[in-house]
T-cell receptor
């Protein structure tokens, strides 16, 4: 299994600003993903973070709003750009290792936009 | 894209078996079925995964019928610490586009 940490754990931001969330894995993972989870709701996949290339975004999510980087096999960032109150949510990253279909999740970043 | 449906909530008592069924009528050939447990203010934690038939590990069993259009997570002899939200995930990580669909989650409350 992989242990995943996220920074910050929570933040309160003003509308119109941007926040970058960091995801660090304690071992190399094959794939990394970013999810959004509204309080009390299920998880929605934002994008797959691809190492050394542009992320693959799901329907409804675009690179200009959620730029993602993955410079190596253990680290990724998600930026929430030009934030509005509707971006208030929990953002989680996950990773998989080897050939497994199992994802390991970080603890999440709780974002509140005022 | 596989749409997954789960019961919203379920109550049980300590020592009982809890069975949660997830419906995924349009599951794709390459899709796996994975169940996660989530406690408040934490990320989801892997419980069990299967493709077909039955899978058992030290914490749960997963039953998948031949048509794979549903799956049932079975938690034997639950304790108070099993109170959590349980999510069914259907998809294939390596499939094009990574069509990963989480169910709405089932809130399980274990009572003393």
């Amino acid at each position: 299994s992989a242990v995943i940490s996220q920074k910050p754990s929570r933040d309160i931001c003003q509308r119109g600003t941007s926040l970058t969330i960091q995801c660090q894995v304690d071992s190399q993972v094959t794939m990394m993903f970013w999810y959004r989870q509204q309080p009390g709701q299920s998880l929605t996949l934002i994008a797959t973070a691809n190492q050394g290339s542009e992320a693959t975004y799901e329907s409804g999510f675009v690179i200009d709003k959620f730029p993602i980087s993955r410079p190596n096999l253990t680290f990724s960032t998600l930026t929430v750009s030009n934030m509005s109150p509707e971006d208030s949510s929990i953002y989680l990253c996950s990773g998989t290792s080897g050939s497994q279909e199992t994802q390991y999740f970080g603890p999440g970043t709780r974002l509140l936009v005022l | 894209l596989a749409k997954t449906t789960q019961p919203i909530s379920m109550d049980s008592y300590e020592g009982q078996e809890v069975n949660i069924t997830c419906s995924h009528n349009n599951i794709a050939t390459n899709d796996y079925i994975t169940w996660y447990q989530q406690f408040p203010s934490q990320g989801p934690r892997f419980i069990i995964q299967g493709y077909k038939t039955k899978v058992t590990n030290e914490v749960a069993s997963l039953f998948i019928p031949a048509d794979r259009k549903s799956s049932t997570l079975s938690l034997p002899r639950v304790s108070l610490s099993d109170t959590a939200v349980y999510y069914c995930l259907v998809g294939a990580l390596k499939a094009a586009g990574n069509k990963l669909t989480f169910g709405g989650g089932t809130r399980v409350l274990v009572k003393p």
